[in-house]
């Protein structure tokens, strides 16, 4: 019944215009949603610009540990077409966290090459396993496409 009522040229006319009405208001609210995505992204990198600074400014490893509170906040806020690498920085960041707390090691005072006494080989196993996976080529790629991403879109580095 539906294909005899679009028989005539006018009615088949106003069909398609309610069909591209339709099509036209989904698509504009994925590209609203975008775009409100990214500005709640953007204003979160801006918020967070001088945590991540401060953090990184306590060395390569404890800063990334110490920046671990304002990544997170990042990731939580990231678009889609960037939440992948934000998963895999906090990821790997959160796994060292973890094998220095399980050994209970302070970040700011290991060393590799000088170990606390009485760090079993267990515990420096996977202090070096978490450390091997935060410096992966991998990783080392999401952490670079997060920060080309802030600087691209956002028009602002992750950090001061």
């Known amino acids: 019944m539906l294909h005899r009522t679009l028989r005539s040229p ?6 398609l215009a309610v069909v591209a009405v339709g099509v036209g208001s989904v698509v504009h609210a994925a590209v609203t949603d975008d775009a409100d995505a990214i500005d ?58 973890d094998a220095l707390d399980d050994a209970g090691v302070d970040p700011s005072t290991y060393r590799r090459d000088d170990p606390p006494v009485g760090l079993s080989r267990a515990d420096r ?3 070096d396993a978490a450390a091997a996976a935060l410096g992966a ?5 999401a952490m670079a496409a997060v920060e080309q991403q802030a600087r691209d879109v ?4 992750l950090s001061l």
């Open 154 to 157: 956002c028009r602002s580095p």
């Open 40 to 97: 709640g992204y953007c204003a979160t990198v801006a918020e967070q610009r001088a945590a991540v600074g401060q953090a990184l400014a306590a060395g390569p490893t404890t800063g990334l540990i110490r920046a671990l509170p304002s990544f997170e906040r990042l990731e939580a806020a990231a678009p889609a077409d960037i939440a992948d690498e934000w998963a895999r920085v906090n990821g790997a960041v959160g796994d060292l966290v």
């Open 125 to 127: 196993a996977a202090i």
């Open 10 to 15: 006018w009615t088949r006319a106003a069909a």
């Open 137 to 141: 080529p991998g990783t080392q790629a």
